[in-house]
Nanobody, 123 residues
Framework: VQLVESGGGSVQAGGSLRLSCAAP????????MGWFRQPPGKEREGVAA????????FTADSVKGRFTISQDNAKNTVYLQMNSLKPEDTAMYYC??????????????????WGQGTQVTVS
């Protein structure tokens, strides 16, 4: 496994979690790093993405103002800070890396490497 997510868990509505994605080698060699989620019975959707180097970030409308993506190249880690969590944020959350810069940043089909996911449950 080349991308490893952590930080998921159960939280009450209004609470916060910070997800981490250990991505040795990917934060420097990939064009984009992204966070995606897949609620039960639904398709995987983009949550937030960052052009490596932190030049640009992209956030889905459903989480804008609540979720923030960031990366720490020294630690080879990408983070997703999630605040004001809602029950509809309940999902498996995945970290992913895209080799190409010519992608739609929040489209999961454009990403090449995926982690195993971490579960977030909001009640």
């Amino acid at each position: 496994v080349q991308l490893v997510e952590s930080g998921g868990g159960s939280v009450q509505a209004g609470g916060s979690l910070r997800l981490s994605c250990a991505a040795p080698g990917y934060t420097s060699s990939s064009a984009y790093m992204g966070w995606f989620r897949q609620p039960p019975g639904k398709e995987r959707e983009g949550v937030a993405a960052t052009r490596t180097g932190g030049v640009s970030t992209f956030t889905a409308d459903s989480v804008k103002g609540r979720f923030t993506i960031s990366q720490d190249n020294a630690k080879n880690t990408v983070y997703l800070q999630m605040n004001s969590l809602k029950p509809e944020d309940t999902a498996m959350y995945y970290c992913a890396a895209a080799r190409s810069q010519y992608i739609v940043p929040l489209n999961p089909r454009h990403y090449n490497t995926w982690g195993q996911g971490t579960q977030v449950t909001v009640s």
